[in-house]
């Protein structure tokens, strides 16, 4: 429901051709030939559909043309075994079990940079699984923070105790400090990528601001022009609520 509707928001801009695959990895591969961006929202770990067979050589193959990579939410989360490397690069960083953490918790976004995909994005605060403590290059040369936050302290587990998401000595060593729940990269082959860790809840794309900021990073990454005020889009109510599957209790 969440890419149907992202893509829906896509269809009036100028020349951007935007087409939603469901269900893992595509049923043809031919779909991704001139594709300029590629955005995944899916599960990770494990079952992230990059990890399955040779997919992950395969969206190395298209990176290595530059294609464009973004993922939402659970999609940043490779293994630490497969992935994690080749996601740093892709797209700037990624969910690392034993360091990132995945609380729910008000993120108040109070401060933007100045950047292509923040262009008419205000600040703004929503409450979301937000992922952070995210695994990032060495330096960050490559990277850019776009949405930074301070979780409150509760959130980064108890005390010495280790859990492969709910926390580490490693991100309770940074408690008070701020922390980056998205990011953009421009990457060393002329690629452009971005990640960002919200987006369980999909009554989250009802907030303007975090729908624009993701629209303008999913045309960031395929150079396509992003509008000065970003790109403008109105949803209804019925807007948000198509397409969802039925929740059991």
Known sequence: AGCLL???????MPGIVVEVHT???????KVFEGASAIVVYSDGGGGHPFLQGDHLEKIGA???QGVGL???????????????????EWIGGCFETFWSVNPHWDA???????????????PFKTNDE?????????????????????PPDSTRGKEGASSTHGGNPEVQKHKGEPEHVMWVTD????????????????????NDDQRKLVLNAILWIAKAS?????????????????NLDPKGK
């Open 70 to 88: 973004g993922a939402i939410h659970y999609g940043v989360e490779p293994t630490t075994e497969r992935g994690n490397k080749e996601f740093q």
């Open 62 to 64: 298209l990176m290595k």
């Open 226 to 242: 992003v509008p000065a005020s970003g790109v403008e889009s109105k949803i209804t109510p019925e807007d948000l609520a198509a």
């Open 187 to 206: 990457r060393a082959d002329g690629g452009r990528g971005f990640g960002i860790t919200g987006g369980h809840f999909h009554k989250g794309w009802g």
């Open 6 to 12: 992202l893509a829906k928001c896509l269809q009036s």
């Open 108 to 122: 108040d976004f109070k401060t933007l940079p100045k950047h292509a995909v923040t262009r008419g994005v205000q």
């Open 23 to 29: 269900n893992g990895w595509v049923s043809d591969e």
């Open 130 to 150: 937000w992922y952070y403590h995210m695994r990032f290059p060495a330096g960050m040369p490559r990277t850019t923070p776009i949405l930074t936050a301070v």
